[in-house]
């Protein structure tokens, strides 16, 4: 006969009913009360005016998040077609038109009712400080036409300015110490400017305060070392290095720093007109120049040594020009130009030791501009014509200006973006001046709802089984088993 299960009896059964309605219950509405709403997301436009165009870049972060840790990404960025705005010092109109075609992406990817709220930004660098110390009434009617062709958007307009070279320089290290765990140094290597920024091991700002800039980051105070060199930006220095060797006014002139084959013919006044060599004019000189490469990077090194000024130093050690800078420091990011071209040359890869980077540099620039330009015919000549002055300058700026040795040189990573966000100075620039760079450490995580909902069911299924036990006098008796002998 079978025997009667002791857990059917009609109590029993009414218990784990109830039991389990109560647990589902309890599940289901503790996991719809906090289950995580819909994000709602604040937007913050910085506009980046650099000397050879400008970029816009679009950040997002969650909206209860205002004054909070390291939540701020990039959401898009729009490439301005057409040069910086100070190349339109001739017609500045035209500076505020080159701009809205990214406006109308802006206010696409923002939601139309986050606009009115959306800060916008606009900061210049380098291309407009020349132009401004060369002619200040050309920079500021640039500045109003920019300036009208923003109001004109439904943004929350906040201004546009030049950036000092110090703000380029802090800016640049507060993104990538933003974005980044560990403290790391930034060098930005633009068209007219370059920065470095880091942290010295120990630095008395008293030897030059106008190097020094003070952060408090995410519950750490640093002192910061920077400097900006203004000139020194790839597409100046350029000139400079050209400048230097047309100075008896040539008809030809014969560049090491420029693949052998190449030849273009140059304008003399072109080359000049700029703040950064318009003093060494050469007094008699043609029209135009033929420009023709030879090929050497050896010799193109010995060229970019003479834009350095190693003479005079008032402090106790100095990079170059007269300038203090403190002993290296830790890693370093590497953006903007010095990405690029490392790019190109694939030499981003840091394991790649620096006489390994110089002789590939060597092989680059010795190989004929016909072949090069076979082997990239979708690279836009200009940019390819100069790969190897500029691969030949970043080493030679960052070994004999900044000092880097073989060693340290390992410690620079080359970077376009860190963690979505590119590197540079616009995110760094938009969280001061929203008063989102975090000064305390993030709070621990709190429990993620996953978790939430895993430690609410084991605890309703532990209270379950408690009561279940705490039912236990007047469980029913079980009948004993035979047993087996
Ligand atoms: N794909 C590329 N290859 C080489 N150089 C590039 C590339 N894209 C941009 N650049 C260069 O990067 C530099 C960016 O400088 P920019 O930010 O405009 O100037 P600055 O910061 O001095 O105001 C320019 O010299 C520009 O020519
Ligand atoms: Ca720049």
């Known amino acids: 006969m079978k025997e009667k299960n002791p857990w059917h009896t009609p109590l029993t059964i009414i218990i784990t009913v109830i039991g389990v309605i109560a647990i589902v219950a309890l599940v289901t509405v503790a996991v719809l009360q906090n289950r995580p709403v819909p ?69 696409m990817q923002v939601p139309s009712r986050r606009h009115q709220e959306t800060p916008l930004y606009l900061g210049a660098t380098a291309g407009m400080r020349l132009l401004n110390i060369e002619n200040r009434e050309a920079s500021d009617k640039v500045f109003e036409a920019v300036e009208k062709a923003l109001q004109g958007f439904p943004f929350s307009y906040q201004g546009a300015r030049i950036l000092s070279g110090q703000e380029e320089g802090a800016f640049g290290w507060v993104t990538v110490n933003y974005l980044d765990d560990q403290t790391t140094g930034a060098l930005d290597l633009g068209g007219a400017s370059t920065q470095i920024s880091f942290v010295p091991h120990e630095y008395d700002i008293s030897e030059s305060p106008s190097n020094s800039v003070a952060f408090r980051l995410y519950g750490n105070d640093y002192n910061l070392y920077t400097h900006s060199f203004l000139c020194y930006g790839k597409d100046q220095v350029l000139r400079m290095a050209l400048a230097h060797q047309t100075q008896s006014g040539p008809v030809t002139m014969s560049d090491p720093c420029f693949h052998p084959g190449y030849s273009v013919t140059r304008n003399y006044n072109a080359l000049y007109d700029s703040p950064c060599v318009s003093e060494r004019k050469p007094k008699e000189a043609p029209l135009n120049f033929t420009h023709t490469g030879v090929g050497n990077f050896f010799q193109c090194q010995e060229v970019v040594k003479t834009l350095f000024n190693f003479t005079s130093c008032k402090y106790s050690r100095c990079s170059f020009n007269g300038i203090f800078q403190p002993p290296l420091q830790g890693s370093f990011g ?37 072949q090069i330009k076979q082997q990239h015919p979708k690279v836009k000549e200009k940019y390819l014509a100069e790969y190897c002055f500029s691969g030949t300058y970043i080493v030679t700026l960052l070994t004999e200006g900044y000092n880097f040795t073989k060693e340290t040189f390992s410690k620079i990573k080359f970077i376009k973006e860190i963690k979505g966000s590119d590197a540079g100075w616009t995110l760094g620039y938009m969280l001061n001046l929203t008063n989102m760079i975090p000064a305390e450490a993030p709070d621990s995580p709190p429990l993620p709802h996953a978790g939430y909902v895993s430690i609410v069911t084991v605890i309703a299924l532990l209270l379950f089984i408690l009561f279940i036990l705490s039912l236990r006098p007047i469980w029913p008796k079980c009948s004993k088993q035979p047993q087996i002998v």
């Not at 006489?355 to 060597?362: H, I, W």
Request: glycine share 6%; proline share 4%; net charge negative.
């Open 334 to 370: 590497a953006f903007s130009a010095y990405y690029f071209v490392m790019n190109f040359l694939n030499l981003t890869d840091s394991s790649i030791p620096l006489e390994t980077v110089k002789a590939n540099l060597a092989n680059y620039c010795e190989t004929p501009w016909n």
């Open 39 to 107: 994000q709602k997301y604040k937007y913050g436009i910085v506009l980046d005016a650099g000397s050879s165009h400008t970029a816009l870049y679009i950040y997002e972060w969650p909206a209860e998040k205002d004054n909070n840790t390291g939540r701020v990404e990039q959401k898009h960025s729009c490439k301005v077609k057409g040069k910086g705005i100070s190349s339109y010092a001739a017609e500045p109109e035209k500076a505020g038109v080159s701009l809205t075609e990214c406006m109308r992406e802006a206010e």
